[in-house]
């Protein structure tokens, strides 16, 4: 059974930057695409950004894009999100997921409903 396991939340102030990891365990990792979504209180999730299975493709938001970058290391079976000027509207809860999917990503992977596996969430808080 795949697990994943989100970790590098916290509190931070609007500027800063803050890098999230994902653990991934249980599978073949490099069969599966990586995404990041989030959820704000109140809100329904949303889409941040995706990685195809190679590291070679990525997709992303527009609030995040330009501020956001996804990456992933398949030797380590780690997925990370790494953000740059943090906004008080990207606090929220950050969830990985997985699609096992290995073709072409683009705006079909901002759906939750393709993901088969998620993580429990880390907070991220942008406050001053």
């Known amino acids: 059974q795949v697990q994943l396991v989100e970790s590098g939340g916290g509190l931070v102030q609007p500027g800063d930057s803050l890098r999230l990891s994902c653990a991934f365990s249980?599978?073949?990792?490099?069969?599966?695409?990586m995404g990041w979504f989030r959820q704000a209180p109140g809100k329904e999730r949303e889409f941040v950004a995706s990685?195809?299975?190679?590291?070679?493709?990525?997709y992303y938001a527009d609030s995040v894009k330009g501020r956001f970058t996804i990456s992933r290391d398949n030797a380590k079976s780690t997925l990370n999100l790494q953000m740059n000027d943090l906004k008080a509207e990207d606090t929220a809860v950050y969830y990985c997921?997985?699609?096992?999917?290995?073709?072409?990503?683009?705006?079909?992977?901002?759906?939750?409903?393709?993901?088969?596996?998620w993580g429990q969430g880390t907070q991220v808080t942008v406050s001053s």
């Open positions: 249980g599978g073949t990792f490099i069969t599966y695409t």
């Open positions: 990685i195809k299975w190679s590291g070679s493709s990525t």
């Open positions: 997921a997985a699609d096992q999917y290995t073709g072409a990503i683009g705006p079909l992977s901002r759906a939750a409903a393709r993901y088969d596996y």
